[in-house]
């Protein structure tokens, strides 16, 4: 898939969790509900690496204190190509289920993938260059997934306001082809701090 396609895609994801939203409400109970349905934040480590800016919306509700939710998130930073000058982009999607404990404390379990898309220092060897020296490097796109998990601890008020959460994020790199003879899964830890309306 091309870079290019990404912010459409976004577009659509978001559109589709308003819609599904409201389709829903005719078939859950949400008459008691008075959670605040959408939360912008920043986290650190945690499925996008470094960092993520991230929007969630709330689904439906299962009970007036279980919610599904869905997010997706962004994340650019710099590449570690030697050629020149790249950047590594990075688009999470989570599907979470949420529990409000009491009063402003809650606990979700979140599992999704995350979109990674960054460059690599690429050395094209034929039989035809290969009397040719030194051979011309280039910068080679990749375009991969990567799962996750998370279980974290959020602490907001359940009408909107200040959301700060915490928690651990295992990351899953089995399937990506330039992992393959190294690590396929490491414990991230994740922080976030954000505002929920």
Known sequence: MSIKYIPFFTILFVGILGYSQDRLEGIVDTTTQKYAKNALYLELAGKGFYYSVNYERNLFNLTEKTSIKASVGLSIFPGLTEIRNSN????????????HLTGNHHISLSTGSTYFNYQVNDIEITNANLSSQPLTTRLKTIQEWFGHISLDYRYNKPDGGI???????????????????????QFSANIAVGYTF
């Open 88 to 99: 590594d982009f990075l688009m999470p999607f989570s599907v979470s289920i949420q529990q």
């Open 163 to 185: 959301l700060l959460k915490g928690g651990i994020t295992p990351l899953f790199f089995d399937k990506m082809q330039n992992f393959q003879g190294m690590k396929t899964a």
